[in-house]
């Protein structure tokens, strides 16, 4: 009989509770759902779960926050554990189903600390939610924290436009990149931190 593995364990770490404890349960506005956002991926580096980034599901017109979630690659062992994928399937844990945009739903939206990776960028477009909202795209994320994000194609944004996903860019970027700064900082050091692709595609 082959002995395989049966199951994972993907969970968010302790100290989100601690970070969680001062957060109303509804912030209506996104630049507060983002900061919340930066916050939780600052801090997640620095415990060593995984890389400076960091999610959240909202109801997107009421702000009621339904889950969040960090990259937590390092400390499950699973490479597919981004804080997006995390972040939405806690959320369809919490709703009980799959499709975050079922009938009777309210719009659920994901906010991110960047533009997805190309895993994270098909686990967003499959879940059902209503609006991607990021801080910021572009090249910075990969030049400054080396991870390799993936061949995603130039017209991503309208994809999901095109499937009636609302992508809203450019909230508290500044901030965004101010944390991928201080994790570029405890990579070049000595004892830095673990960048787990950064072979970048390489052999």
């Not at 395989?4 to 989100?16: G, T």
């Not at 969680?20 to 801090?43: F, I, Q, S, Y």
């Not at 062992?77 to 975050?100: I, P, Y």
Request: negative net charge.
């Amino acid at each position: 009989m082959i002995d395989l593995a049966k199951e994972y364990h993907v969970a968010l770490p302790a100290w989100i509770d601690d970070e969680l404890a001062d957060v109303p349960a509804v912030l209506p506005g996104r630049d507060e759902r983002m900061r919340l956002v930066h916050r939780l991926a600052d801090r997640n580096w620095r415990e060593g779960n995984g890389g400076p980034f960091a999610a959240l599901v909202a109801e997107r017109d009421t702000g009621r926050i339904v889950s969040v979630g960090v990259n937590v690659v390092l400390t499950s062992g699973v490479s597919s554990a981004h804080a997006e994928v995390v972040a939405l399937g806690l959320a369809q844990t919490a709703t009980g189903g799959w499709d975050l945009g079922g009938e009777g739903m309210p719009a659920h939206e994901l906010v991110v600390n960047w533009r997805p990776c190309v895993q994270c960028y098909g686990a967003t477009m499959w879940s059902g939610v209503r609006g991607l909202v990021v801080a910021g795209e572009g090249p910075e994320l990969e030049e400054i924290t080396t991870f390799d994000e993936g061949p995603l194609g130039a017209d991503w944004a309208q994809q999901f436009e095109a499937r009636g996903i609302e992508v809203v860019g450019d909230v508290l970027r500044d901030e965004a990149l101010a944390v991928f700064r201080g994790y570029r900082k405890a990579v070049d050091c000595a004892d830095g931190v673990v960048v787990y692709n950064a072979r970048g595609g390489a052999e």
